[in-house]
Nanobody
Framework: QVQLVESGGGLVQPGGSLRLSCAASGSIFSIVTMGWYRQAPGKQRELVASIIINGGSTNYADSVKGRFTISRNNAKNTLYLQMNSLESEDTAVYYC??????????WGQGTQVTVSS
């Protein structure tokens, strides 16, 4: 199974930037896709961005297109989410997640992102 450790969350002013990191370990060879999800208070968890390991195709939620960028460092087995032009609506707990071939979806512990002046 894959283990995920997220970092990089925090408090930022509107218009600011943050970069989230997700270090993967364990059965990384079994990963099909990696992605970032978020859950705001009182709302359902939603997909923010994802990347297919074989080929690198990416997918973004409409609300973050042009502001967020998902990327992966294969050598470090680390997934990133660069978040620019942050808005108060981006405030949420952000979760790293991977989809494995056999075991299905695995989640990280989550990291809080708060956008406020």
């Amino acid at each position: 199974q894959v283990q995920l450790v997220e970092s990089g969350g925090g408090l930022v002013q509107p218009g600011g930037s943050l970069r989230l990191s997700c270090a993967a370990s364990g059965s990384i060879f079994s990963i099909v896709t990696m992605g970032w999800y978020r859950q705001a208070p009182g709302k359902q968890r939603e997909l923010v961005a994802s990347i297919i390991i074989n080929g690198g195709s990416t997918n973004y939620a409409d609300s973050v297109k042009g502001r967020f960028t998902i990327s992966r460092n294969n050598a470090k087995n680390t997934l990133y989410l660069q978040m620019n032009s942050l808005e108060s609506e981006d405030t949420a707990v952000y979760y790293c997640s991977v989809l494995e071939k056999v075991l299905g979806r695995t989640w990280g512990q989550g990291t809080q992102v708060t956008v406020s002046s």
